[in-house]
């Protein structure tokens, strides 16, 4: 006998159907937060002080190219991650479920874990050793997390906390794909943010009304660039994510669009 028989032995048909309904519904959740099907990875992490990335001191989106975090769409859960794991930018926008453990002192009581956008290169200092200050040298799995990300996860007086990540579908519920375009009349530059699925971009297309799809290039973070005059055409949009997935937005920016907007797209469904 099943345990869910056991629950429903003696209950009624119809509470018994909602209790099947209530656990169908929560294994389907699960498998989809854990849907990329990575293994807890060993790190350790780190975080900056709110005030410090208030003063722009701290990392923001600035190697990924977003700027104010909270303005594209990624909010105050975000990371800086060691070379290791950022891919030279192309892990910018991926998600982690990060967890505190082995730390009785420092770690919250239960490890409670925390799903963190990577906007951010936390660099290396080959001047001090990799565990002693070095946290970001090459090969260590670091997270420099925000202090509200850190807070989540760990006492705010840890100095470093040793840490278990995993890569996880990132849930992006408000808005598409977001495209805001730059250059000049020569030089087409798009900064694409709030991505789901993986949330890690590997390969762009623009597509402008008089032209068939141009792949463009990593400039760098998540900005990828052209050597291509579209002014007056409507532009389409093709992106794929590390786990391969293509979505394709047609007619997203108008023929009238101008440097310095920003246009929304379709958005990658979990």
């Known amino acids: 006998m099943t345990s869910l028989q056991v629950l429903c032995w003696g209950g009624e048909t119809l509470s018994c159907f909602m209790l099947m309904l209530w656990l169908l519904t929560f294994q389907i959740s699960a498998l989809k937060t854990s849907a990329l099907g990575e293994e807890w990875t060993i790190a350790s992490a780190t975080y900056i002080k709110a005030a410090e990335e208030s003063a722009g001191n701290g990392r923001g989106g600035g190697a990924c190219g977003y700027g104010d975090t909270e303005k594209v769409g990624y909010?105050?859960?975000?990371?800086?991650?060691?070379?290791?794991?950022?891919?030279?930018?192309?892990?910018?926008?991926?998600?982690?479920?990060?967890?505190?453990?082995?730390?009785?002192?420092?770690?919250?009581?239960?490890?409670?874990?925390?799903?963190?956008?990577?906007?951010?290169?936390?660099?290396?200092?080959?001047?001090?050793?990799?565990?002693?200050?070095?946290?970001?040298?090459?090969?260590?799995?670091?997270?420099?997390?925000s202090e509200f990300a850190f807070g989540k996860i760990a006492e705010l007086e840890a100095n470093i906390?040793?840490?278990?990540?995993?890569?996880?579908?990132?849930?992006?519920?408000?808005?598409?794909?977001?495209?805001?375009?730059?250059?000049?009349?020569?030089?087409?530059?798009?900064?694409?943010?709030?991505?789901?699925?993986?949330?890690?971009?590997?390969?762009?297309?623009?597509?402008?009304s008089k032209t068939g799809w141009i792949p463009l290039g990593?400039?760098?973070?998540?900005?990828?660039?052209?050597?291509?005059?579209?002014?007056?055409?409507?532009?389409?949009?093709?992106?794929?994510?590390?786990?391969?997935?293509?979505?394709?937005?047609?007619?997203?920016?108008?023929?009238?669009?101008q440097f310095g907007q920003t246009f929304q797209g379709k958005q990658f469904q979990l």
């Not at 453990?101 to 770690?107: A, F, G, P, R």
């Not at 874990?113 to 090459?138: E, H, K, Q, R």
């Not at 579908?169 to 598409?176: F, I, S, T």
């Not at 990828?224 to 579209?230: P, R, V």
Request: some cysteine.
């Open 75 to 145: 909010g105050m859960a975000t990371t800086g991650v060691s070379s290791a794991l950022f891919n030279k930018g192309s892990s910018c926008g991926g998600c982690f479920e990060v967890r505190c453990v082995d730390h009785i002192l420092w770690c919250l009581q239960a490890s409670p874990s925390i799903i963190v956008t990577t906007t951010d290169f936390c660099p290396p200092n080959y001047g001090l050793a990799g565990d002693y200050g070095g946290w970001c040298n090459y090969p260590r799995e670091h997270l420099e997390m």
């Open 161 to 208: 906390v040793p840490v278990q990540y995993r890569r996880v579908n990132c849930e992006r519920k408000k808005d598409g794909i977001r495209f805001l375009v730059s250059g000049s009349s020569q030089f087409y530059q798009v900064l694409i943010t709030n991505v789901g699925s993986d949330g890690q971009v590997v390969g762009v297309k623009v597509k402008g």
């Open 218 to 257: 990593r400039n760098w973070g998540q900005n990828w660039q052209g050597n291509l005059n579209l002014i007056g055409q409507s532009l389409s949009f093709e992106v794929t994510t590390r786990r391969g997935k293509r979505l394709t937005s047609y007619n997203v920016a108008p023929a009238n669009w």
